[in-house]
């Protein structure tokens, strides 16, 4: 543990800002915080060391807000006052307008398409003449859901000719989304392609529980990364986002972005679908000790700076998470308020990884919630 450590965040559905000191020795009368003239960035300087911190939001009235306490403690809570004008605004929905890199909008038939890995390209330039952003999972039973009494439904009855009805409208649960020459489908976390439209890549057989057996891995030809899933229902491939990066057109560079920015917005779109928040989350050999993470979603929206990390602040979601050692047979419980998630090992691993990471630049007090650890998982916040 550094000397001094700040750690800064702000909820925004509550509209709070926190601010967190942890001293490596309980504070004496040479313990000062600082604020910068813009009221932005706070400094702490203790025992000779000093840690800054860029604050999430400005503060008013700084002074009174920050007043050392004068019983000796390692741990320093303050509760700051906001500058209204300047602090960010809470989403009408978790998910927000900007919830994740590569939405159709975004895609031109320039964009050229390469492995993050290796930059060997796969889907060059030209090849994919429009991109179309795919409807949720659920699309089918929620159309029906909506349209159960629709203006021409007047000639049919309940029965056999409603799921004709239905079915003719091209929308029915039983419909399937087949892949088109020269049309990208893009989803949250992957995009759909007709297999003719992508280039230097090989299918191998993938690794999977019982209901993923048809599954088939694709694997960059040169570096041999996995890239996505063969789709047989679709007749097309499924590219995971977070094996790509992507250069949208002629004056663009490629880009590519953390794993945790695709599955952060995975997680907000099931919340906001399936109105849960809490997550079984495992790789493909889900038998496997260790293989998957009971995951709570606590705060979908916040955000934070440390002083140990260099940019800031950053908008993220607040979790806890726990080893689930027999996740299949939480899995088969069917429990109603609670989802599963199921990632490649790679990204399984990535996600733990980043999740133990986040926990270290937490104050200690914030770390363990009864028996959970606590982590932040980054959002993506639009194009800088």
Known sequence: MQAVQ???????????QTIYASLQSPQDENTRFQLSSDNATITLSHDNVS???????????????LRVPSVPTQELTFRLQLESTDAPQASNTLAGDDEVPWDAKTLEAATEVSCRHCNKCFIPAWSI??????????????????????????????????????????????????????????DLCYFLLLTTDVASVEVVQGLGSAKEQRSQDIQCSDCKAVLGVYDARANGYRIYKWSVAVRQDENDTSRQYPVQAFISAQLLALIDNQA???????????????????????NADLYYSSSLVSSGPKRAMKVFYKTLPNPQEV?????????EVCLPRNVFDDLRSTLDGSNTILPKSAKTFQDWSVGLLERFAGES
């Open 331 to 339: 899995l088969e419980k069917k429990i109603v308020s609670l989802d």
């Open 129 to 186: 003449r429009e991109w179309k952003d795919l409807p949720s999972e659920n699309w089918a039973e929620m159309m029906d859901f909506w349209h159960c009494h629709k203006p021409s439904d007047h000639d049919y009855e309940h029965g056999e000719e409603d799921d004709h009805h239905s079915s003719s409208k091209g929308y029915a649960a039983s419909n399937r989304l087949v892949a088109e020459r020269g049309v990208g489908f893009v």
């Open 6 to 16: 700040l750690y800064a965040e702000f909820l925004l559905n509550i509209r709070q």
């Open 276 to 298: 849960v928040r809490r997550f079984v989350i495992h790789n493909k050999e889900v038998g496997e000790t260790g293989s998957a993470l009971l995951l709570w979603v606590f």
């Open 51 to 65: 840690a800054s911190v860029r604050l999430p939001t400005k503060v008013t009235n700084p002074g009174s807000q």
